[in-house]
């Protein structure tokens, strides 16, 4: 099945805000020092504790693992039910959606859209808790971030790049190819962050450079929750545009029209748990580009042709 549009439609800009949510990660934006409780202290001990430190949830440790959380409607409901001073393992959530600290902050926007929480635990690769991140935790952190470049680019306004003109001036191309490993979630965008890299290096406009960086973090994305093999990602830097193939030799997408449906997935469900596959991926990509091809079959996997103008948009 094959998809061809020319000059897509959508936002008219990507922000620099909506580059650094899927830039940063959860590391860098959380909060480190977290109170926390054991499963035998009391659901007073909660209600005290959030209400002295202004919390609305405190991750439960037995040993140094997650054992649960309990947030405010938890001890909301208890003191509903006289049961103040039950203990916590008795009320809290068991099973805590986590995320962890070196993916990036856009799977935490993700999670709190799609299941309206208001904080998440993130843990290491063994399961320790580590931080949680809020909401708020994501705005103080994209706007130190937004500050951090701001001067950056102050001292990069002294050091003019040239090898753009270069470019130009040979009319040659760069072409960057990157290996897609599948499950690889902790490694996630790392190859478009390479790509982003290579493209402020020589100069390319920031605003195209947000476009191409969004649209292959979407497609890195994909290649790594649905291609069993994983796949390859390609970047072919020209003058006037910036071309992407994304392949892999996955499952393909059985239903192209619905899989262009915001909010449709057929991501599985630990991938979902952890904050991806919300189904947004395609259209994304799809704002972001000025022309997509999708080629894909169910059984014969899936190549997408993206094109992100350097001229900006007619």
């Not at 996630?188 to 402020?200: E, F, P, R, T």
């Amino acid at each position: 099945m094959r998809d061809t549009r020319d000059t897509i439609p959508g936002e008219d800009e990507f922000t620099h805000i909506h580059e650094l949510v899927y830039e940063l990660r959860i590391g860098q934006v959380m909060t480190k020092n977290v109170f926390t409780l054991g499963p035998d202290n009391s659901i007073r001990e909660a209600k005290e504790l959030c209400r002295v430190n202004r919390i609305s949830g405190v991750p439960v440790l037995e040993g140094d693992k997650l054992a649960g959380i309990i947030s405010v409607e938890d001890i909301i409901l208890a003191l509903e039910r006289n049961e103040i001073d039950r203990p916590l393992r008795e009320r809290m959530t068991g099973r805590v959606v986590t995320i962890r600290e070196e993916e990036s902050v856009i799977q935490a926007v993700r999670t709190f859209a799609l299941r309206r929480y208001g904080r998440l635990p993130v843990v290491d690769q063994s399961g320790r808790l580590v931080g949680i991140v809020t909401r708020g935790d994501i705005v103080r952190g994209l706007l130190k971030a937004i500050d951090i470049d701001y001067r950056r680019g102050e001292l990069d306004a002294y050091h003019p790049q040239h090898v753009f003109e270069d470019l130009i001036s040979n009319g040659t191309s760069i072409t960057l190819v990157y290996r897609i490993e599948p499950n690889d979630l902790a490694r996630g965008g790392n190859a478009s962050g390479q790509i982003k890299k290579a493209l402020g290096r020589i100069g390319i406009d920031p605003r195209v450079t947000r476009r191409v960086a969004i649209a292959t973090y979407e497609a890195e994305m994909n290649i790594i929750i649905h291609a069993e093999t994983g796949g390859q990602l390609r970047a072919v830097i020209e003058p006037k545009q910036i071309s992407i193939w994304a392949t892999d030799e996955g499952p393909g997408i059985a239903n192209l029209e619905q899989a262009l449906i915001p909010g449709f997935s057929t991501a599985p469900d630990w991938v979902r748990e952890l904050g991806f596959g919300a189904g947004m991926g395609l259209n994304n990509i799809k704002a972001s580009a000025d022309f997509l091809e999708i080629d894909t079959a169910p059984g014969q996997g899936t190549r997408l042709h993206i094109v992100v103008r350097t001229e900006g948009r007619p």
